[in-house]
């Protein structure tokens, strides 16, 4: 089974409004953490922002924010007021308990346009 | 700081040749790592290091070696190039060995086998 997906291959979203962007996992381990990254057309991978499975709130970084529903197994992220430079791909991955600490396991990732 | 540093950025290999895939980083991070992304596919990890003198397989060990000698370095070495490893591959690197923590990638390096 897949650990971590992302059904949406390709989103399109005129500039300034707001965008989710799907993830939902499968684990049994109580202990997890959930990170999004973004990859623009350049290449690198930039680390936007990280839920930890027993934060009580729902992580917020500037535009960013993870809508984090434990018991659906998501954790989508919402992108607030999206500019041009948003455009690229974006990443949700996940480490699993103590064993997995070590392991960050990615979706197939979501490409995002942002249309002007 | 130059962060997380991959050489070569492109390579073109033939079948069966052997290359190594450099890494560097100067953050002093005990665990680093490397994954291969594929079209469609995410990443994978292949590799990873807790330390010097300590690595262990990912998802995607196969046609892979690595050693770790020093904090610094963790090299990635294909030994038979074959066209499935044609890929697009990440160093990355961060510090301790929480999960919690954010990993640091490198530019990626990308191979062409042939």
């Known amino acids: 089974a897949q650990k971590i997906t992302q059904t949406q291959p390709g989103m399109f979203v005129q500039e300034k409004e707001a965008v989710t962007l799907d993830c939902t996992y499968d684990?049994?381990?109580?202990?997890?953490?959930l990170f999004w990254y973004k990859q623009p057309s350049s290449g690198e991978m930039i680390f936007l922002i990280y839920?930890?499975?027993?934060?009580?709130q729902n992580a917020t970084e500037g535009r960013y924010s993870l809508n984090f529903q434990k018991a659906r197994k998501s954790a989508n992220l919402v992108i607030s007021a999206s500019q041009l430079g948003d455009s690229a791909m974006y990443f949700c991955?996940?480490?699993?308990?103590?064993?997995?600490?070590?392991?960050?396991?990615f979706g197939q990732g979501t490409r995002l346009t942002i249309n002007p | 700081n130059a962060g997380v540093t991959q050489t070569p950025k492109f390579q073109v290999l033939k079948t069966g040749q052997s290359m190594t895939l450099q890494c560097a980083q100067d953050?002093?991070?005990?665990?680093m790592s490397w994954y291969r992304q594929d079209p469609g596919m995410g990443l994978r990890l292949i590799h990873y290091?807790?330390?010097?003198?300590?690595?262990d397989q990912g998802e995607v060990p196969n046609g892979y070696n690595v050693s770790r000698s020093t904090t610094e370095d963790f090299p990635l070495r294909l030994l038979s190039a074959a066209p499935s490893q044609t890929s697009v591959y990440f160093c990355?690197?961060?510090?301790?060995?929480?999960?919690?923590?954010?990993?640091?990638f490198g530019a990626g390096s990308r191979l062409t086998v042939l």
């Open positions: 953050m002093n991070h005990e665990y």
């Open positions: 991955a996940m480490r699993e308990g103590i064993q997995g600490a070590q392991k960050l396991v």
């Open positions: 684990t049994s381990d109580p202990s997890y953490g």
């Open positions: 290091s807790v330390g010097a003198g300590i690595t």
């Open positions: 990355a690197s961060r510090y301790g060995l929480s999960g919690a923590n954010v990993l640091t």
């Open positions: 839920q930890g499975s027993y934060d009580q």
